[in-house]
Nanobody, 120 residues
Framework: QVQLVESGGGLVQAGGSLRLSCAAS????????MGWYRQAPGKQRELVAAFTSGGSTNYADSVKGRFTISRDNAKNTVYLQMNSLKPEDTAVYYC??????????????WGQGTQVTVSS
């Protein structure tokens, strides 16, 4: 069993910054991919930023140049630094990870979500 615990959401004014954290714990042999998605009211969940299995990063076009994903492999933690926030960034942000456990099974896990609200 694996748990993803997110933190760092909140309310910020447009132009401000927030930093999200997501820590994975449990039966982890290796983390294959890990990243952030978001879902705004009435919209589909979308990729924000993620590390691929090869270690490269993918970003949504809407956040390029403003958001930065980083990670601490020793802590099984991924971060999302969000700068120059806009009202349209308002959403629930979810951490996602594809993890191989010690039984060599691969599962996709989701965090509980953290609310990010950007006021204009």
């Amino acid at each position: 069993q694996v748990q993803l615990v997110e933190s760092g959401g909140g309310l910020v004014q447009a132009g401000g910054s927030l930093r999200l954290s997501c820590a994975a714990s449990g039966s982890i042999f290796t983390i294959n991919t890990m990243g952030w998605y978001r879902q705004a009211p009435g919209k589909q969940r979308e990729l924000v930023a993620a590390f691929t299995s090869g270690g490269s990063t993918n970003y949504a076009d809407s956040v390029k140049g403003r958001f930065t994903i980083s990670r601490d492999n020793a802590k099984n933690t991924v971060y999302l630094q969000m700068n120059s926030l806009k009202p349209e960034d308002t959403a629930v942000y979810y951490c996602n990870a594809d993890i191989t456990d010690w039984a060599k099974r691969i599962f996709s896990y989701w965090g509980q979500g953290t609310q990010v609200t950007v006021s204009s």
